[in-house]
C-alpha cells in the first residue's frame, strides 16, 4: 500500500492530480502533523512500514526501487540509504558557536563541510552579515558575486555542501561581499572570471490588447513557496527572477512595465504549463529565444 501524505492546499493539488494522476491514498495534512509525528526533516521524505508494523527505514523516494519492493513483500531484509536528518540553522554562527572569552567578533568568515537536510542562506537586511547552511561552494560564490545559478557555469562540480558565516561591522557593510569573494578565492584556489554566452532564454511579454496592470499600494513582498508566486508592490524585474526558477532557465524582462505591481501565479515543478496559463490570465506571456548573457565562470585554478 502506498500513502502519499501532502499539506498543499486544495486548489494545488486538484491541478497537480489533473496532470500527474497518482494511484495512491492522497491524505492532506495541512498542519504537518505527521511530519511531526515522524521527524521529517524535509520534503520529499519516504517511510517504510513491513508487514509488522515496524519502520524499517526512512530515505528518498528514489531509494526504493521495484527490486527493493519485491524484497520487502518477501519479509527480506533490506538496506537502505539513511536520509540526513539534520536540520541547516542559519542562525548558526551566533546558537551553535560557543566564543570562549564571551565576546563576538565584528569581523569573521567561517567555512566548513557538512551535510544537512534542508539547505539556505540569511542575508542580512543590515547588510553586513550573511549565513549559508547545506549549501554547495558554487552557491557561496554566487552569493559573494550577486549571481543566480542561472547567469552562473561551475566548472570545478564539488559535490560537498559547507556550513558558511561572513561579517564585518555594520559601518562597513559594503565590504562583506569583497571579504566573502577573498575569502572564498584564498580557501578553495579556483579562478573566477566574466565571459558573455548565448543561452536559452525565456522573454516574459505583454499580450497585445491586454488590460492596463493596476499599480500596487500594498506592502512590499516578495515569496516563492509551497506551489505559488506571491509579489507585493515589486517590479516585473523580480517577478522575472522568480519565473527563472519556475522555468529553470533565464527568463528576460521584455514586457517595458515600469512601476510595482501585485501578482498571486501557481507554480508546479516540470510543469511550466500551470504557471504560463496564470500568466496569460493576467495578461502576460513567455516566448522561447536565445540572448548573449553575462555568465560568471567558476573554474580549477591554473596549476
Not at 519479509?75 to 546558537?95: F, I, Y
Not at 584556489?189 to 516574459?204: G, T
Amino acid at each position: 500500500m502506498f500513502v502519499t501524505i501532502t499539506d498543499d492546499d486544495p486548489e494545488t493539488l486538484d491541478r497537480f492530480l489533473k496532470e500527474r494522476p497518482l494511484k495512491t491514498w492522497i491524505v492532506r495534512d495541512p498542519e504537518r502533523t505527521n511530519w511531526k509525528r515522524f521527524g521529517v526533516p524535509s520534503i520529499p521524505h519516504l517511510v517504510v512500514v513491513n508487514r509488522a508494523g515496524r519502520i524499517v527505514g526512512e530515505t528518498l523516494p528514489e531509494n526504493l526501487t521495484a527490486q527493493k519492493i519485491n524484497a520487502l513483500m518477501e519479509a527480506t531484509d533490506v538496506l537502505l540509504p539513511q536520509k540526513e536528518t539534520r536540520p541547516s540553522n542559519l542562525n548558526w554562527d551566533e546558537e551553535l558557536v560557543d566564543w570562549a572569552d564571551g565576546v563576538r567578533p565584528e569581523t569573521y568568515a567561517i567555512i566548513k563541510p557538512i551535510k544537512t537536510a534542508t539547505s539556505g542562506a540569511w542575508p542580512r537586511i543590515e547588510g553586513n552579515r550573511l549565513t549559508a547552511d547545506g549549501v554547495s561552494l558554487s552557491t557561496l560564490v554566487g552569493l559573494a558575486y550577486g549571481v543566480d545559478a542561472y547567469h552562473f557555469d561551475d566548472r570545478l562540480k564539488k559535490g560537498t555542501t559547507y556550513r558558511a558565516a561572513f561579517r564585518v561591522p555594520r559601518e562597513r557593510a559594503d565590504q562583506l561581499r569583497s571579504l566573502m569573494q577573498q575569502m572564498l578565492e584564498r580557501a578553495f584556489s579556483f579562478k573566477i572570471r566574466w565571459e558573455d554566452q548565448e543561452r536559452a532564454v525565456k522573454r516574459l511579454i505583454r499580450l497585445e490588447n491586454a488590460a492596463q496592470t493596476k499599480r500596487s499600494t500594498a506592502e512590499p513582498m516578495s515569496q516563492m513557496m509551497r506551489g505559488k508566486i506571491t509579489l507585493r508592490r515589486q517590479p516585473v524585474r523580480r517577478l522575472a527572477e522568480l519565473l527563472s526558477n519556475a522555468y529553470g532557465m533565464p527568463v528576460i524582462d521584455d514586457t517595458s512595465m515600469a512601476g510595482e505591481f501585485d501578482f498571486d501565479l501557481p507554480y508546479q515543478h516540470g510543469q511550466p504549463e500551470v504557471t504560463t496559463s496564470a500568466l496569460r490570465a493576467v495578461g502576460l506571456d513567455v516566448a522561447d529565444a536565445r540572448r548573449p548573457l553575462r555568465i560568471l565562470v567558476l573554474e580549477p585554478a591554473e596549476k
